[in-house]
């Protein structure tokens, strides 16, 4: 991200603005005071010309009071700032993408900081409010650190359902993560049939996925390869192992 540049282009005896570069993008916070009639000061932001976001504080508190023009001069600068602030740390989430995010909770988890994922996956949400794995993991951890286990089985299972809607066809691709997700929740919630069933469904795809193995592992469950005499690492057991999902998927769509 470009280095932020400030600069105060005007200074108004009523008002405030001021012109912002952020990540090669110009912004302009404009500040101003609508008069005695209505007393309100009024912040907006501006990018291209089109106004994008606008916040409005009411000052008729201060009307009359021997020290007006001081609190006045506070309160007007005061608000052009945080208007900055708020504009500075949402550019900056911003250029946050989908899967930089997934990444920075994957490194909290690894590090057992649960709650510190799942205020970064709130925060994610605001940005990206239909994305698979953040509903994911957002379920998940929904049910790690707040023991809300009703929700977050539904929110991992939501998860299947976006993913679906998004990605019609090869979805099958993306499952291992959240069958891993959805089968730590139901362990969570203490259903561990349905988290080995999970966890089994994503070793249909992905033979070889090490978080999974590691819970069925700890499940003291193991899924044998497909061709028992060849390692499980061999590639003809990951292409079978592959293939039969397929087809158990295509044969229970045949009879439902």
Same mark, same amino acid.
């Given at each position: 991200?470009?280095?932020?540049?400030?600069?105060?282009?005007?200074?108004?005896?009523?008002?405030?603005?001021?012109?912002?570069?952020?990540?090669? @993008?110009?912004?302009?916070?404009?500040?101003?005071?609508?008069?005695?009639? &209505?007393?309100?000061?009024?912040?907006?932001?501006?990018?291209?010309? @089109?106004?994008?976001?606008?916040?409005?504080?009411?000052?008729?508190?201060?009307?009359?009071?021997?020290?007006?023009?001081?609190?006045?001069?506070?309160?007007?600068?005061?608000?052009?700032?945080? &208007?900055?602030?708020?504009?500075?740390?949402?550019?900056?989430?911003?250029?946050?993408?989908?899967?930089?995010?997934?990444?920075?909770?994957?490194?909290?988890?690894?590090?057992?900081?649960?709650?510190?994922?799942?205020?970064?996956?709130?925060? &994610?949400?605001?940005?990206?409010? +239909? +994305?698979?794995?953040?509903?994911? /993991?957002?379920?998940?951890? @929904?049910?790690?650190? $707040? #023991?809300?286990?009703? #929700?977050?089985?539904?929110?991992?299972?939501?998860?299947?359902?976006?993913? !679906?809607?998004?990605?019609?066809?090869?979805?099958?691709? /993306?499952?291992?993560?959240?069958?891993? $997700?959805?089968?730590?929740?139901?362990?969570?919630?203490?259903?561990?049939?349905? &988290?080995?069933?999970?966890?089994?469904?994503?070793? @249909?795809?992905?033979?070889?996925?090490?978080?999974?193995?590691?819970?069925? !592992?700890?499940?003291?469950?193991?899924?044998?390869?497909?061709?028992?005499?060849?390692?499980?690492?061999?590639?003809? +057991?990951?292409?079978?192992?592959?293939?039969?999902?397929?087809?158990?998927?295509?044969?229970?769509?045949?009879?439902?």
């Amino acid at each position: 991200m470009n280095k932020d540049i400030i600069k105060i282009t005007s200074k108004l005896s009523k008002g405030l603005s001021t012109k912002i570069t952020l990540s090669g @993008e110009i912004y302009l916070v404009d500040t101003e005071d609508l008069g005695i009639k &209505a007393p309100c000061i009024v912040t907006r932001v501006y990018r291209k010309g @089109e106004i994008i976001s606008s916040h409005k504080v009411d000052y008729n508190h201060i009307l009359g009071t021997p020290d007006f023009n001081e609190r006045f001069s506070e309160l007007i600068q005061r608000q052009h700032k945080k &208007a900055i602030e708020a504009l500075k740390r949402e550019v900056v989430v911003q250029t946050i993408t989908c899967g930089e995010y997934i990444v920075k909770v994957e490194n909290l988890l690894k590090k057992n900081s649960q709650e510190d994922a799942l205020k970064l996956l709130t925060e &994610a949400m605001k940005h990206y409010t +239909n +994305n698979p794995f953040i509903f994911s /993991y957002q379920g998940y951890l @929904e049910a790690f650190v $707040n #023991k809300n286990y009703s #929700k977050g089985v539904t929110t991992c299972r939501q998860a299947f359902k976006i993913l !679906k809607e998004q990605v019609p066809f090869g979805e099958e691709f /993306y499952y291992p993560i959240l069958y891993l $997700n959805l089968g730590r929740t139901y362990l969570l919630a203490n259903k561990k049939r349905l &988290a080995q069933a999970s966890f089994k469904k994503g070793l @249909e795809i992905d033979t070889e996925n090490r978080d999974l193995l590691f819970e069925l !592992k700890k499940l003291g469950i193991r899924k044998k390869p497909p061709l028992t005499f060849l390692k499980r690492s061999n590639p003809l +057991n990951k292409y079978i192992g592959k293939l039969l999902y397929t087809l158990k998927k295509q044969t229970s769509l045949t009879f439902t």
